[in-house]
């Protein structure tokens, strides 16, 4: 099956600094990627859904300031957390679509804000 | 909108015993429905769809689910399960047709014993 990477996989920052992940399609092109947000213990939380150069669309409630999303090119997006804070301490995951109706999942990038 | 309901958060299980895992969904449009696994500080990996046809599907590690129309259901079962299962299974639908968002249910955890 297809494969996404994510990159890094677990991230430590400090509160107020930004961090960057990074999401790829290795072996397919995705010309959607989507980001989930997953608090322990709970389910995939949609936060937004990017297309090949446009701009992301993000779900109800989700500050598109604050998460950056950008999906430059058909293998790669980026998801920027600004101005971290401890709330934003999550399990992040990406997947990625192709002209299918599947996504393929990315293992994941755990977020802790200190 | 889609919806899904999964009733048990926990479902504990001797080894070799059978297991049934319930999902119900609601939509106001043709969907696709999904099973994925989790484990521990992992992405999601894809178990088994229904797209269309055959109403019972065979998943991937001996699973299988039954999508009922009438009832709005997608149960999940294995005649018998390993301590291996052990995980988080996440039922989902998305909107028939290319890459869409998933929704996801709450989760159930499978706790295998032995």
């Known amino acids: 099956g297809a494969v996404v990477s994510q990159h890094p996989s677990w991230v430590i920052c400090k509160s107020g600094t930004s961090v960057k992940i990074e999401c790829r399609s290795l072996?397919?092109?995705?010309?959607?990627m989507f980001w989930y947000r997953q608090f322990p213990k709970q389910s995939l939380m949609l936060m937004a859904t990017?297309?090949?150069?446009?701009?992301?669309?993000?779900e109800q409630g989700v500050e598109k300031d604050k998460f950056l999303i950008n999906h430059a090119s058909l293998t790669l997006s980026t998801l920027t957390v600004t101005s971290a804070h401890p709330e934003d301490s999550s399990f992040y995951i990406c997947?990625?679509?192709?002209?299918?109706?599947?996504?393929?999942f990315g293992p994941g990038t755990r977020l802790t804000v200190t | 909108a889609q919806s899904v309901t999964q009733l048990d958060s926990q479902v504990p299980v001797f080894e070799e015993a059978p297991v049934e895992l319930r999902c119900n969904y609601s939509?106001?449009?043709?969907?696709?429905l999904f099973w994925y696994v989790q484990y521990p500080n992992q992405g999601l990996q894809l178990l088994l769809k229904?797209?269309?046809?055959?109403?019972l599907v065979k998943g991937i590690n001996g699973f299988e689910a039954e999508f009922n129309k009438s009832q709005t259901s997608f149960h999940l079962r294995k005649p018998s399960v390993h301590i291996s299962d052990t995980a988080e299974y996440f039922c989902?639908?998305?909107?028939?047709?290319?890459?869409?968002?998933?929704?996801f249910g709450t989760g159930t955890r499978l706790q295998v014993t032995l």
């Open positions: 939509s106001s449009v043709s969907v696709y």
């Open positions: 072996d397919f092109q995705a010309t959607t």
């Open positions: 229904y797209l269309s046809g055959s109403t």
């Open positions: 989902a639908v998305s909107r028939t047709g290319t890459a869409s968002k998933l929704t």
């Open positions: 990017s297309n090949e150069g446009s701009k992301a669309t993000y």
């Open positions: 997947s990625g679509g192709g002209e299918t109706y599947e996504q393929y």
